[in-house]
Nanobody, 112 residues
């Protein structure tokens, strides 16, 4: 059974930083591309970033490029999202996703 457990969210002021983590189990982590998606209140699911199975290739939605960095540690079955210079529009529940599976999410709130 695929399990994805996100953590690291919280309340942060504009301009602040957070690092999200996603610990995975139930599948061969190193063989899969992974992504982060987010959902703000009243809005649909938005793709944020993706990383290939080796961590060699990454991509970002334009609104976060240059501020967010996706990475992974295949030895620890863990996906990360470093978020810098956070803005109120980044407030959402963040999920890690592998194929059709995603975790329970972690809340990020950016507010002064």
């Amino acid at each position: 059974e695929v399990q994805l457990v996100e953590s690291g969210g919280g309340l942060v002021q504009p301009g602040g930083s957070l690092r999200l983590s996603c610990v995975a189990s139930g599948f061969v982590f190193s063989r899969w591309s992974l992504s982060w998606v987010r959902q703000a209140p009243g809005k649909g699911l938005e793709w944020v970033s993706e990383i290939d199975h080796l961590g060699a290739t990454t991509s970002y939605t334009p609104s976060v490029r240059g501020r967010f960095t996706i990475s992974r540690d295949n030895g620890k079955n863990t996906l990360y999202l470093q978020m810098n210079n956070l803005k109120p529009d980044d407030s959402a529940v963040y999920y890690c996703r592998c194929g059709d599976s995603r975790g329970q999410g972690t809340q990020v709130t950016v507010s002064s």
